[in-house]
């Protein structure tokens, strides 16, 4: 996808990506005129509604940004409303993680939103708001604020639509956006973030452009909580299967972690027993993974479990970013209904 393989296999595999992406292209751009123009009517929900979503497939930090919208309107009783992956025991693992990071606060998933919603109000009349969890391509739905997301390390999906590249969508997508949020913005070389601001507003130079970094703040091992200086000179093994792996690699490396090796499985990976079998013969003093991760891992049953500690993330924003996209979001969403 990155166009750094060279030959003639990696030529003719991006040919055939090629071809591909153009009628898939096509079909989002013609939906998307649908309902930008109004042939295609998106269903208002009875209250408020926030979107956060990104144009890129792959991790980009939505769980910890919805957590923290939630939290900060909690007085308006919102729901998160989720589209819902590989589960444990029927229950997604964003949605599990969600709900123990979140206690009081409903979390559906559901891939149609709507119903979805509806079963949010049944499940709690007082529901104030809700908040779409990837909902950025999901259009059956009116949104008052659309969040789109936008990783630092990998801005663009190599400026292509899938399968040639990461784009969920083209471009123009991004027009829709109330406001940007590029996430990971520590982890951005020198002068990179211009660059992302400047396409940006090549597309959207209405939309406000806001920094946040997701930063690993410490590690629990079972249920003890650790400082990352407790793992500094521990010869570590990460393993994880999550949207954007390296970037929780480098997030290690800046802690001043001796990550000795790594392997990394399919995003929502069902992980197995013969898995923590293989990862057991690792020559490290301990395995790191993330809380998705440790979510399923948790559902097995091998020695190894007490030697794994998994990643507490955070969110921070640079300067008064915080301060002025919460404010965005809470005018928009005091708006009446249209």
Known sequence: MSGQRRGIGATLARGAARAAELPYAAAMTIRNYFYDHGILRALRLARPVISVGNITTGGTGKTPVVQWLAENLQEMQPAVLMRGYKSVDQISDEQYLLRE???????????????????????????????????????????????????????????????????????????????????????????????????????????????????????????????????????AFLFCGVGNPESVKSQLVLLGLNIIGSRFFPDHYNYRVADLEELAHEKADTLITTEKDWIKISQLSHAILQKIYRTELSLSFSDSDEQKLESLVRLSIARPAR
Do not use: W
């Open 101 to 235: 990071q979140l206690p009081g606060i409903t979390v559906i998933a559901n891939p149609n939103r709507i119903r979805g919603a509806a079963a949010a109000l049944a499940q709690k009349a007082d529901t104030g708001l809700f908040i779409l969890d990837d909902g950025m391509q999901h259009r059956k739905v009116a949104r008052d604020f659309e969040l789109v997301l936008i990783d630092a390390t990998n801005p663009f999906g190599f400026a292509h639509v899938l399968p040639r590249g990461l784009l969920r969508e083209p471009f123009g997508g991004l027009a829709r956006a109330n406001a940007f949020l590029i996430t990971r913005s520590d982890l951005a070389g020198p002068g990179e973030l211009d660059v992302i601001r400047s396409e940006l507003n090549r597309h959207n130079p209405k939309a406000p452009i806001f920094c946040a970094n997701h930063y690993i703040s410490g590690f629990r091992c079972g249920e003890e909580s650790a400082m990352p200086a407790a793992l500094t000179g521990k010869r």
